[in-house]
């Protein structure tokens, strides 16, 4: 699974509001190997949904911009192509872009969709082709039908034919702790102990030290 990670390939979703909308946007970003995901989110923490994630939360990394700007920015530092979903005169049928580029898949609010100031930074506006009376899908149906387009094109052009994983040794040992162990890792991370190494079955390698910090009761403060 670390071997097949497209770390060139990332969606942004900008105010996605809507738990369930996020949730299975990650899920499909899992599915198709993608290593992270993009919200800009300025004021309350982002929500999931436990049941529409499907565990997919705990191998999605969810990095939050304050805005727009310093969302894209951060995407083309990377050299990727912005693509804005959106009915406009320039926008061409999502088939026809070369997913195989570095590419950041914009994604708008559910009722008002990507704003002005965002569809200024894209370089293309894309659009999937209805025939029916309503002109937009709902977000993550959207997002799951281009991502799986990407997702054949790189398929096609190798992409996902690895033999080790593009991440780093010490980004692979986090990702397999944190993702196989989330409660343990949330445990580690609030007494302060190191990460543990994880052996090629998965399995945590430990001292025993370690194993008796980790099952430690915090002790109860005194009331003076």
């Known amino acids: 699974m670390l071997a097949t990670r497209q770390l060139d390939l990332t969606v942004c979703l900008e105010q996605v509001h809507k738990p369930h909308n996020v949730s299975a946007i990650i899920r499909t970003a899992d599915a198709v190997g993608v290593h992270e995901v993009h919200a800009v ?6 929500r999931t949904q436990v049941a529409s994630a499907a565990g997919s939360n705990s191998w999605v990394q969810v ?24 009915l406009s005169e320039k926008a061409v ?26 569809l200024a930074l894209a370089d293309s506006d894309i659009i999937i082709p209805m025939i029916g009376m309503v002109q937009s899908l709902n ?23 690895r033999e ?21 890792a949330n445990v580690a991370q609030r007494k302060n102990l190191p990460r543990p190494h994880i052996d090629d079955n998965g399995e945590i390698v430990a001292d025993d030290a370690w194993w008796t910090a980790m099952q430690a009761l915090k002790p109860k403060s005194s009331v003076v």
């Open 41 to 46: 989110w300025p004021h309350e923490r982002m």
């Open 93 to 118: 049928d999502f088939r026809e872009i070369d997913y195989t580029k570095p590419t950041c898949i914009l994604l708008g609010q559910e009722k008002t969709g990507i704003t002005p100031e965002a």
């Open 63 to 86: 990095k939050t911009h304050q805005n727009i700007h310093s969302a894209v920015s951060h995407m083309k530092q990377q050299g990727m192509q912005i693509l804005a979903t959106n």
């Open 164 to 184: 080790a994983s593009p991440l780093s040794y010490e980004e692979q040992q986090r990702f397999l702790f944190e993702g196989g162990y989330p409660v343990l």
């Open 139 to 161: 977000v993550s149906v959207a997002s799951a039908l281009i991502l799986y387009e990407a997702q054949r094109q790189r398929q096609a052009a190798g992409m996902y034919q």
